[in-house]
């Protein structure tokens, strides 16, 4: 089965005759093609079969049979980087699949912002910073994020860095994944220690305790939980934004069964809310690649232009190929996204639905610090499900920032972060995070949401 168009004049490199946005310019282009060419040589991080496992199991999304959770770091770190942030992410990401499937009866597919996401797009080129214009922080992978001017110089050296990243915490991934850590009997053992004493921690415990009475009933009817079971392991897909092209060119090669393309440096890409121009180069290269792909959406997108997008990147319809990512914002959800829903339904084409409470609802607090409230990420999924109800199309999913550490990023939540407490645990590289606790607030509050329908 063909997944994308096999456009007969795409090839990896075809972006660069389109207009691209969003990209630095290295300071000695000779330096990056040396670059480029080593990345090149490098192993694939993920296989053309995964990807295409992936494509089918958002197929199941698309019919409303099973839902997607996306989370992760807004930008990885370079400099928080050990196996036991990798650990704590994976463990809050499972405690909230875990919450979520057994809150709403539906297999939830588990895609990590993780083990890549190393770009950034921005708002705006430059940042003022003391009495200095500085060139904004790009992600890791471009340059650092240290206020400085030599740092904020564009290094394509540290595309290799973020591979090497990737490939590590990748690899710790698949060793959790596969090797016994995301067994469902240790269910327990996700809840981390600053959890469990509170109120939605103690509550992810009471279906632990659920899941483990349930386990002990199966085996005691007699039912082999032993060999092969899917109680044993994971699937944790990888994902991040398709930004940095000339590195995701770089890292796409041919699949030796089917002749295809794919991007092997994650399982799915996406393409951001500011890069998606149907000319672009952005959303060029995103056609001819096999991996599922995402568009964010947001507010000013029209009806006629997200059903571009889906002529674009999906001219053959397969279901579980295209993913719209809304982001429209609390206020604008309810507004916003019904047409452009009522417009792709009659289009015919099948897409994944899935809403990104957070980039629509970022503010500066009063001291500065970019933030979110975690009842304006609520409601933006509050009024996602009750379009979708509406409508009568199925709310295929979320996409979240967060992270397994305790850090005050965004306001509120069960813990009632307040402003004058963001300074104490604001760590992020980029976009502020929900922490573990928001996160299974956050998922307890979904899995309501879907058990409602
Ligand atoms: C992101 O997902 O980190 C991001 C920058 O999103 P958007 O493109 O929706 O602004
Ligand atoms: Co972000």
New binding site residues.
């Given amino acids: 089965m063909a997944t994308t168009s096999h456009r007969g004049d795409w090839h990896p490199a075809s972006w660069r005759d389109r207009e691209a946005t969003q990209l630095p310019v290295w300071p000695d282009a000779a330096v990056a093609e040396g670059v480029y060419q080593q990345v090149r040589g490098l192993p694939p991080l993920v296989f053309a079969g995964e990807a295409r496992r992936l494509t089918r199991a958002l197929g199941e999304v698309v019919a409303g049979r099973a839902f997607m959770l996306q989370a992760g770091d807004?930008?990885e770190s370079f400099d928080d980087f050990s196996a036991d942030s990798i650990r704590d992410k994976l463990k809050v990401i499972l405690q909230m699949a875990v919450v979520l499937t057994y809150g709403s009866g539906v297999p939830v597919l588990k895609v990590g912002?993780i083990a890549g996401q190393f770009a950034?797009?921005r708002s705006s080129p430059t940042e003022r910073v003391g009495d200095m214009d500085l060139p904004v922080f790009r992600g890791h992978i471009i340059n650092d994020d240290v206020p400085v001017p030599a740092g904020r110089i564009p290094d394509p050296t540290r595309m290799l860095t973020a591979y090497h990243q990737s490939a590590s915490t990748l690899n710790l991934l698949r060793a959790f994944t596969k090797g016994g850590f995301a067994d469902l009997s240790q269910v327990h053992s996700w809840n981390q220690e600053f959890l469990s004493s509170s109120a939605e921690g103690r509550r992810y415990e009471a279906i632990a305790e659920e899941i483990d009475r349930a386990l002990r009933f199966m085996r005691a009817c007699g039912v082999d939980l032993t060999t092969d079971s899917p109680i044993h392991q994971v699937d944790l897909f990888t994902s991040h934004?398709a930004l940095l092209l000339g590195y995701e060119e770089a890292m796409t090669r041919q699949d030796s069964l089917t002749g295809q393309w794919y991007d092997c440096s994650a399982h799915f890409l996406w393409v951001?809310?500011?890069t998606h121009q149907i000319e672009g180069a952005h959303i060029e290269f995103a056609t001819g690649i096999g991996n599922p792909i995402g568009c964010?959406i947001?507010p000013k997108t029209s009806p006629d232009e997200v059903v571009e997008i889906c002529e674009a990147l999906n001219p053959e319809r397969t279901p579980g190929r295209l993913t719209l990512?809304s982001?429209m914002g609390v206020d604008a959800v309810r507004d916003k996204l019904p047409p452009l829903i009522r417009k792709v339904s009659e289009s015919g084409h099948p897409v994944v639905w899935q809403c990104?409470p957070?980039?629509g609802n970022t503010f500066a607090s009063e001291s500065g610090r970019k933030t979110r409230h975690f009842d304006d990420v609520l409601g933006e999924i509050q009024g996602y499900f009750a379009v979708h109800r509406s409508l009568g199309t199925w709310p295929g999913g979320v996409h979240v920032?967060l992270t397994g550490d305790d850090v005050t990023e965004c306001l509120g939540g069960i813990g009632d972060i307040l402003e004058e407490q963001l300074p104490l645990r604001y760590t992020t590289a980029?976009?502020p995070r929900l922490n573990a606790r928001q996160s299974i607030d956050l998922a307890f509050r979904v899995a309501e949401l879907l058990r409602a329908r």
Avoid: S
């Fill in positions: 807004c930008a912002r950034k797009p934004e951001g809310e500011r964010k947001g990512i982001r990104d957070m980039h920032e980029c976009d």
